[in-house]
């Protein structure tokens, strides 16, 4: 997860800074999805395209599509919060929400697995006005990308950029009732 992870070499900087740039968002966003799922298939669960290219920390997210009810997965970056994890929904970027986000405000409960040690069920919730300038930080902090793509928001559309705080559901207990 981020909060251990060593200074970037150079190809993963240059890797992080083309994955900022209009162009690199432009091919990033229509290809990566498309590698990432069999690579991490084909590396039992440890790789994804995205961590191999820019060293950074990926998990893959399954929700409940929302209009199909179908399994989505997703690999994201995610900041740890304790025992919780944190997703923010920027989609490279781009004036529309990602679709993961819709799928966990109209089905909360979902699995993570993280780098391929486990798997788990969650329950997500939208980080309050506190927690979002909190890990609002954490995330800018961690890639620099996530202000260009503030920026980029700001430019094409009056969207928020939401972050999700999802919660491990704890066994036994009902997803929909956890804090």
């Known amino acids: 997860m981020p909060s251990s992870e060593k200074q970037p070499n150079i ?3 240059i890797n992080r800074s083309i994955a900022s740039s209009k162009p690199g968002v432009w091919l990033f966003s229509r290809v990566l ?3 990432d799922k069999p690579l991490f298939r084909l590396s039992k669960r440890k790789y994804t395209a995205t961590s191999v290219l820019t060293g950074f920390p990926i998990v893959m997210l399954t929700t409940t599509g ?4 179908k399994p989505r997965t997703v690999p994201l970056l995610a900041i740890p919060e304790g025992d ?4 923010i929904a920027t989609n490279w970027g781009q004036s529309r929400y990602p679709a993961w986000y819709y799928n966990l405000r109209a089905h909360p409960r979902a699995t993570i697995s993280i780098q391929g040690k486990s798997q788990n069920d969650y329950v997500a ?3 309050t006005p506190e927690e979002w300038e909190r890990l609002w930080r954490k995330f800018k902090d ?3 990308g996530y202000a260009k793509y503030k ?6 559309s009056d969207r928020r950029i939401p972050i999700m705080v999802v919660t491990p559901v704890k066994d036994g207990a009902d997803a929909t009732t956890q804090d």
């Open 84 to 87: 919780n994890l944190a997703l």
């Open 66 to 69: 929302a209009k199909s009810g």
């Open 151 to 156: 920026q980029r928001i700001a430019a094409s």
């Open 125 to 127: 919730r939208e980080a």
């Open 33 to 35: 999805h498309h590698i």
């Open 142 to 144: 961690f890639h620099a």
């Open 11 to 13: 190809i993963y900087r």
